[in-house]
């Protein structure tokens, strides 16, 4: 073989074993290279590895906040269920809870929510037998982990307030119409103190608010007719627009100064629950209704056919008196005509099932309470054909009417205090209606539904409960 050590081809020498050198090197190089990507991929894999476990621990902590907090809301919907069996009548509404006294309490546990992870729930209530205007708390408090983590807890509270058919000044089901000139609707607060040992505060136009609505769940334009009304409050309906004639308007305290009608004061999305209405079934028959009927101080309860009163007669009710009608067709149920009257003195309260007509004319309806919840008119008449309740007359009218199949017709010159829940409701002459802001917290034994809802996140928030739920 020839030496091409010396070959003029190749322009310079080549060493004797360089290119055994030269692959070594180059093997080693490879090698190194080879450790550094491994070493990057082992580093790259152990970091995918912690992040994945990172990410599962993160959503395995986040699922079970979402359960606390769940599972709290379960205990506190547990207490409304218990109050609101309590308030129909239901004895063992609070069994199983802890007493003593107002409060009352009770631990859920049990809870399994897969991978060997499950929770409990303790519920507080501050008073399992509040009064009729009451609004008792609920507060709960829930935990959620495996044994082997660190618990999630969530704590919420709940106030409540009792439902009431009256969270409105006006509600019909298909059409509400004003035909006067200058009829009007406000609001005021008989009650502004929410205590009902202290005196009622009777209307007034420098108490006046804007927070009275009137709304129908028909979904038609012409379904809310305001003409030439005046509303200082709040107009909903099932889907039309209101139709506000050229002297009307809707407005409140916050609307600029000449915008006739204010659209943030109009809703388009309202619906509502009729829900009818069942005369009671007991009480003392009547033949003829006396002048005077029960007694100061005293809970009575009647029946009659009709009640029926013209020309000078007068109907006076002392103490808390509930009269059930029977009459149903042909005849009003009620006919109050002339110069007869019916009468409801300071201190008396007067509640009247209806399932005929009625009609209060001449010197009407006399409350001379000042919160129109001490008269009221509940229409029980549930065929087709409806009922028809017609009041006319020029002086004062304070009263709640709840006629779910009803057409109310108010006619006269006078104020109006109080609701009115119908089917059709109708105004004609230049009434002034007045709604009570204390009737949208309910009377008497409503169920329960909630005012206010607030998860209670920060230590400060907590705090003042956290002993309530030691040693259970």
């Known amino acids: 073989m020839p030496d091409l050590t010396h070959s003029p081809f190749l322009g310079r020498r080549i060493p004797r074993g360089s290119a055994t050198r030269t692959a070594q090197e180059d093997r080693a190089a490879v090698l190194i290279v080879a450790l550094i990507v491994s070493a990057l991929i082992a580093l790259g894999l152990a970091s995918y590895l912690n992040l994945n476990l990172s990410s599962s621990r993160l959503s395995k902590r986040t699922f079970n906040s979402y359960a606390a907090l769940n599972l709290a809301e379960t205990g506190?919907?547990?207490?409304?269920?218990?109050?609101?069996?309590?308030?129909?009548?239901?004895?063992?509404?609070?069994?199983?809870?802890?007493?003593?006294?107002?409060?009352?309490?009770?631990?859920?546990?049990?809870?399994?929510?897969?991978?060997?992870?499950?929770?409990?729930?303790?519920?507080?209530?501050?008073?399992?037998?509040?009064?009729?205007t009451a609004r008792p708390k609920i507060i709960t408090q829930s935990s959620i982990g495996a044994p082997t983590d660190t618990p999630v807890t969530k704590m919420i509270e709940v106030t409540l307030r009792r439902r009431s058919a009256f969270a409105n000044a006006l509600v019909a089901k298909e059409g509400i119409v004003f035909s006067g000139t200058s009829t009007s609707l406000d609001a005021w607060n008989s009650d502004p103190d929410g205590n009902p040992l202290t005196p009622a505060v009777d209307y007034n136009f420098s108490l006046r608010t804007d927070r009275g609505s009137i709304a129908t769940a028909a979904v038609v334009n012409s379904a809310m007719l305001l003409n030439d009304a005046h509303i200082w409050g709040f107009v909903a309906t099932g889907g039309g627009q209101p139709d506000v004639g050229v002297n009307g308007s809707i407005r409140g305290a916050d609307t600029p100064a000449g915008v006739m009608v204010d659209p943030r004061r109009i809703a388009t999305d309202f619906n509502a629950d009729f829900k009818p209405v069942t005369a009671p079934t007991d009480g003392t028959?009547?033949?003829?209704?006396?002048?005077?009927?029960?007694?100061?101080?005293?809970?009575?309860?009647?029946?009659?056919?009709?009640?029926?009163?013209?020309?000078?007669?007068?109907?006076?009710?002392?103490?808390?008196?509930?009269?059930?009608?029977?009459?149903?067709?042909?005849?009003?149920?009620?006919?109050?005509?002339?110069?007869a009257s019916i009468n409801v003195p300071a201190g008396s309260r007067f509640t009247l099932y209806v399932e005929g007509g009625l009609l209060i004319a001449g010197r009407g309806l006399a409350n001379a309470n000042a919160q129109p919840i001490a008269c009221q008119i509940w229409g029980t008449n549930t065929s087709n054909?409806?009922?028809?309740?017609?009041?006319?007359?020029?002086?004062?009218?304070?009263?709640?009417?709840?006629?779910?199949?009803g057409d109310v017709q108010v006619n006269g010159n006078g104020d109006m205090m109080g609701s009115i829940v119908a089917r059709n409701i109708r105004f004609t002459g230049n009434a002034a209606f007045h709604y009570d802001e204390s009737l949208a917290y309910g009377q008497g034994n409503e169920p329960f539904s909630i005012a206010k809802w607030r998860e209670l996140g920060t230590s400060d928030e907590q705090a003042p409960y956290l002993t309530l739920f030691q040693g259970w």
């Open 285 to 339: 028959f009547l033949t003829n209704i006396p002048a005077v009927l029960g007694t100061v101080g005293t809970t009575t309860k009647w029946r009659a056919a009709q009640l029926v009163l013209s020309g000078n007669d007068s109907l006076t009710v002392l103490g808390d008196v509930t009269l059930v009608l029977t009459q149903s067709s042909g005849a009003d149920a009620v006919r109050v005509t002339g110069n």
């Open 385 to 405: 054909a409806g009922q028809s309740l017609h009041l006319a007359g020029n002086g004062a009218l304070k009263a709640v009417i709840y006629a779910p199949n």
């Open 76 to 132: 506190a919907e547990e207490a409304v269920w218990s109050f609101n069996r309590a308030s129909a009548g239901a004895n063992d509404a609070w069994t199983g809870w802890t007493s003593t006294g107002a409060p009352a309490w009770q631990k859920f546990g049990g809870f399994e929510f897969g991978g060997r992870t499950t929770g409990w729930v303790k519920v507080y209530v501050d008073d399992h037998a509040p009064g009729p």
